[in-house]
């Protein structure tokens, strides 16, 4: 059964500064990896999706993850924050192409200083 | 706006009693989930429906069940709530992979 991880249970940083929130998978064959934002009482919004090809995937909202298959991880970047990006974020990954039954990291919580 | 729409939006239950959620999807999606995610953690999947059939089940029991109609909405059922049933319940409607979430349900056991 696939699994994610998410080591980093609460990061802050300064808006402006970068952002590399981490993710690390485990499954035996190509994963179907995704990014999903979460606000406080809210659904979740999706930020990025990998299938295949091009490693480094562009989202929405200024955000890119890349897909390092020898390291098991799918880490989400931002270069530049901003005080709307504090919110919740979860790294999920699907077992087949096709097959939305997302299993979910226990996620990052995003907190953002002036 | 992901146009997955669930109600109610929040729901104070006593431990013992049934509860029914529900969901509308988006336009065009035959496929709808349930996630149930509790405080502090991340969505664990309940079931899938395809088609008003059953796809898939999470590690949940029996009494939690489902149904999806004609028009592709959903409902989810727990009968006999325990305290720990307590969590934000979220449908996600999808079609070619992509889910598109609703805003979710509130469910408290007391």
């Known amino acids: 059964a696939q699994s994610v991880t998410q080591p980093d249970i609460h990061i802050t940083v300064s808006e402006g500064a970068s952002l590399e929130l981490r993710c690390n998978y485990s499954?035996?064959?190509?994963?179907?990896l995704f990014w999903y934002v979460q606000s406080p009482g809210q659904g979740l919004q999706l930020l990025l999706k990998?299938?295949?090809?091009?490693?480094l995937v562009q989202g929405i909202k200024g955000f890119e993850a890349e897909f390092k298959r020898s390291q098991s991880s799918f880490n989400l970047r931002k270069p530049s924050v901003h005080w709307s990006d504090a919110a919740e974020y979860f790294c999920?990954?699907?077992?087949?192409?096709?097959?939305?039954?997302?299993?979910f990291g226990t996620g990052t919580r995003l907190t953002i200083i002036p | 706006e992901t146009g997955v729409t669930q109600s109610p939006t929040h729901l104070i239950k006593t431990r013992g009693q049934q509860v029914t959620l529900r969901c509308s999807s988006q336009?065009?999606?035959?496929?709808v989930s349930w996630y149930q995610q509790a405080l502090g953690q991340g969505p664990q999947f309940i079931f899938q429906?395809?088609?008003?059939?059953?796809?898939g089940r999470g590690n949940f029991p029996p009494r939690f069940s489902g149904l999806q109609f004609p028009n592709y909405s959903s409902e989810l059922n727990v009968n006999a709530l325990e305290l720990d049933d307590s969590a934000l319940y979220l449908c996600?409607?999808?079609?070619?992979?992509?889910?598109?979430f609703g805003q979710g349900t509130r469910l408290t056991v007391v």
């Open positions: 499954y035996g064959a190509t994963p179907y």
């Open positions: 990998y299938f295949s090809g091009d490693t």
């Open positions: 999920a990954v699907a077992a087949n192409f096709g097959n939305e039954k997302l299993t």
């Open positions: 996600a409607s999808s079609v070619n992979t992509e889910a598109f």
């Open positions: 336009s065009g999606h035959n496929t």
């Open positions: 429906y395809y088609r008003e059939e059953e796809n």
